[in-house]
């Protein structure tokens, strides 16, 4: 899982409230990314970040936001908004040096179940 | 638009055999493209990928993959199968052409490997 730290691992939350999974990665990497993984459907792009203070949608980012002030860290909130939050969410990392072809270094995931 | 595609849900083979988990892939430009591992509840592992150059590649684990332009595949394969093997596995393209292109992952490829 490389230098890709997620918090935490497992997180229960009741209908209606927001939650924020933590994503911390110590690669010096320029560029983060957030993925839900849900069985069978392969990895969903929710939001990417390639600078501080930047941050761009990806192709499910409704009911979710980010925050990217420190080159380190880009945590996730899962907001009200999403429906179906229910999903194992993977932060990863990725090096911009040289161009778009270096491989993303993942976190181990955090499954969230919604009661 | 990019796309990939994982056409076998789960592939089975004896330990000693020779794997092949099938992948194709669609982008308008230059594929880039990646193979990753996941073991359960934990994130992806990188494997290997092709950028440029030899058609073969040779990655992780004992792992190659060999990319076929005119098929627009990107099988990975290895000769001696391991019951450690035994775990999900994810084809990635990324667009080479089109540096505003995230990666797009199949929908995995579940591997058993039997003693």
């Known amino acids: 899982d490389g230098g890709i730290t997620q918090s935490p691992k497992y997180l229960f939350r009741k209908e209606g409230q927001n939650v924020t999974l933590s994503c911390e990665q110590n690669?010096?990497?320029?560029?983060m990314y957030w993925y839900r993984q849900d069985p069978g459907q392969g990895l969903r792009l929710i939001y990417y970040?390639?600078?501080?203070?930047?941050?761009q949608k990806g192709d499910i980012a409704e009911g979710y936001s980010v925050s990217r002030e420190k080159k380190e860290s880009f945590p996730l909130t899962v907001t009200s908004a999403q429906k179906n939050p229910t999903a194992f969410y993977l932060c990863?990392?990725?090096?911009?040096?040289?161009?778009?072809?270096?491989?993303?270094?993942f976190g181990p995931g955090t499954r969230l179940t919604v009661l | 638009a990019q796309s990939v595609a994982q056409p076998e849900d789960q592939v089975n083979v004896a330990e000693g055999n020779p794997l092949t988990v099938k992948c194709t892939y669609s982008?308008?430009?230059?594929?880039?493209l990646f193979w990753y591992v996941q073991y359960p509840n934990r994130g992806l592992q990188f494997l290997l990928k092709?950028?440029?150059?030899?058609?073969l590649v040779k990655g992780s684990y004992g792992f190659e993959a060999e990319f076929n332009k005119s098929q627009t595949s990107f099988h990975l394969k290895k000769p001696s199968a391991l019951v450690s093997d035994s775990a999900l596995y994810f084809c990635?393209?990324?667009?080479?052409?089109?540096?505003?292109?995230?990666?797009?992952f199949g929908g995995g490829t579940r591997l058993m490997v039997k003693p």
């Open positions: 092709y950028i440029t150059g030899d058609n």
């Open positions: 970040s390639q600078i501080v203070n930047d941050f």
């Open positions: 990635a393209v990324r667009d080479g052409d089109n540096a505003g292109n995230m990666l797009t």
């Open positions: 690669l010096n990497h320029d560029a």
């Open positions: 990863a990392s990725g090096d911009l040096g040289g161009g778009m072809y270096n491989e993303q270094f």
């Open positions: 982008v308008s430009g230059n594929p880039y």
